[in-house]
């Protein structure tokens, strides 16, 4: 076959390489430029049989039984035999291109392709137009936002990212409070303002934020300035139940039951049998289960480090425990429940409980009791949380039993409050904390109403004579309106309705007046 100026001659090629080279000489001179490059004869012979080798294994003699085995042949691969095939020459195919097809366009497409140019060309101008104006605004107006100062004054306080080999992140803060109140009480009306107080906190982590610390301190005209918080905390998980853990000791808020003093500037008339911040340590273990967490808190703690401060005289101690399961449907659909339990001890000593109308500025509490030789206390609570969308409703009940050398008395409250966000996304609840967090409001910010029915009974069938005070009963509704103009500043009205029944000072109406603007960083 004759391709070009070349020919391609395949011959002899069950010949082997010696015998080609004899005719080689005869090819060479009818075509000029033949070369000699591989044979390929052994692919005619037949090749010899390969002997496969077989090795048998014995089974060692035993007393016992021996079960007959099969033969196990071991085979070694064949090996692939691969020689060179002799061929002339090999020319490359030919290229074959495809002819170049020419569209034509039509007079009506010529047009509507002028159209569009034309249209991109006026609104390029128009583009160009526009931005050279904000140009020429921007030369000679300049405007600052002052939040840009704010803003970089208040990232010097904190810092999220890690820094350096141990990861420290820190934050400073503070918070302000001042109030102002109006009270009409038994035939008599006043006005009272003043600063509630002020907070100053500074918290910190390490090893992404496993270990973590708190140091805070409240500056009050209410009550003695006082240490607020003062603990040291470790976070981690077991990998084989895969249940977090976190360990706090020091000076903390008791977990017994859920917060309710965000929504109110006061907390409900049961508030007065919960326990504050105590000295002491604290276990919390968080599991998840079906799209839940169950959290369980346990703690024990002896009075709190002011006491130890000022020298008070401890109680033996306190146990507490608090167990609750949240689920979230999505981040505004939230239910939870639990209850607390707390048992504590004294050393022979009084029991005081008071409570006024949901305010700190009344001059006169007229639900109070007094026990003496008391020698221990037990405490039952049982709460509910509910939040949807811009909805979010509590309930809590807290039952008291007071042991002493004669007698038991029980005395109970509770509360039940809703709130409904006319701006703003609403609250938010960590379920694996069980805690309320913090509001974050829109550029808008955020408006809250609020509405709350409390109740608290002093009155027990105890005996009379170790009781110093009668004790009494009262209800509260209030009803509030919270602003959060953002993060940082909130303003807070209350209006509250007292009915005390069954007291020595003032059996019927109180009303309450007061407000409250919270500044905080």
């Known amino acids: ?63 016992e039984k021996l079960i007959p085995h099969k033969k196990i042949i071991l085979k ?65 107006v300049k405007k600052r936002d002052m939040h840009n100062f704010y803003d970089r004054y208040i990232a010097r306080l904190r810092h999220k990212e890690g820094i350096g080999k141990y990861d420290f992140r820190y934050q400073f803060g503070a918070k302000i409070k001042y109030d102002v109140m109006f009270g009409d009480e038994a035939g008599q009306s006043y006005l009272h303002h003043q600063f509630r107080g002020v907070q100053i906190y500074h918290k910190g982590s390490f090893f992404g934020k496993k270990l973590f610390y708190k140091m805070g301190y409240e500056f009050s005209n209410i009550t003695v300035n006082h240490i607020k918080d003062l603990y040291l905390g470790y976070k981690g998980k077991i990998k084989k139940t895969k249940t977090k853990y976190r360990i ?33 340590g604290e276990l919390l273990l968080s599991q998840q289960i079906a799209r839940g967490y169950l959290n369980l808190f346990t703690s024990y703690y002896q009075g709190s480090i002011n006491d130890r401060i000022h020298h008070n005289q401890l109680d033996k101690g306190t146990i507490s425990a608090r167990v609750t399961y949240a689920k979230a449907f999505t981040k505004h659909h939230i239910i939870s429940f639990g209850s607390g339990y707390a048992k504590e001890k004294f050393l022979d000593g009084t029991l005081k409980y008071k409570q006024g109308s949901e305010s700190k500025f009344m001059y006169e509490q007229y639900v109070s ?49 809703g709130s409904y966000f006319y701006l ?95 500044f905080a960083f």
């Open 424 to 518: 703003g996304q609403g609250r938010g609840y960590d379920v694996k904390k069980s805690t309320l967090e913090q509001i974050q409001p829109n550029r808008d910010g955020a408006i809250e109403f609020a509405l709350r029915y409390s109740a608290i009974n002093l009155n027990s069938s105890g005996k009379k004579h170790i009781k110093d005070e009668s004790g009494g009963s009262q209800q509260d509704i209030a009803f509030g309106v919270n602003w959060y103009y953002n993060k940082e500043i909130e303003w807070m009205f209350n209006y509250i309705l007292a009915f005390p029944k069954a007291t020595k000072d003032y059996d019927g109406m109180l009303q309450v007046y007061q407000t409250r603007l919270i």
């Open 1 to 63: 076959m004759e391709i070009g100026n070349f020919y391609t001659v395949r011959c002899e090629c069950r010949d082997t390489k010696e015998e080609i080279k004899q005719k080689f000489p005869f090819y060479k001179k009818r075509y000029h430029g033949a070369v000699i490059t591989k044979s390929a004869r052994y692919r005619f012979q037949k090749q010899p049989k390969k002997i496969i080798k077989k090795k048998v294994i014995v089974v060692p003699k035993t007393n």
């Open 248 to 280: 706090k000791f020091g000076n903390f808020k008791v977990p017994f039951s859920l917060s309710q003093s965000d929504m109110f500037m006061e907390g409900a008339l049961n508030n007065t049998f919960i326990d504050g911040r105590n000295f002491g």
């Open 76 to 140: 070694k691969p064949k090996k692939e035999a691969v020689k060179n095939v002799e061929t002339i020459q090999v020319l490359p195919p030919k290229i074959i291109r495809k002819p170049l097809l020419i569209k034509r366009t039509t007079h009506k497409e010529d047009k509507h392709k002028k159209k569009l140019k034309k249209e991109k060309k006026k609104y390029k101008e128009k583009k160009t137009k526009k931005h050279k104006k904000e140009k020429y605004k921007f030369k000679y």
């Open 369 to 417: 009791t007094k026990i003496k030789y008391v020698s221990s206390v037990q405490k039952n609570n049982f709460e509910f949380l509910y939040i949807f969308s811009k909805y979010c409703m509590q309930a809590a009940y807290t039952q008291v039993a007071v042991k002493n050398n004669l007698d038991i008395y029980k005395y109970d409250g509770y509360y039940i409050e």
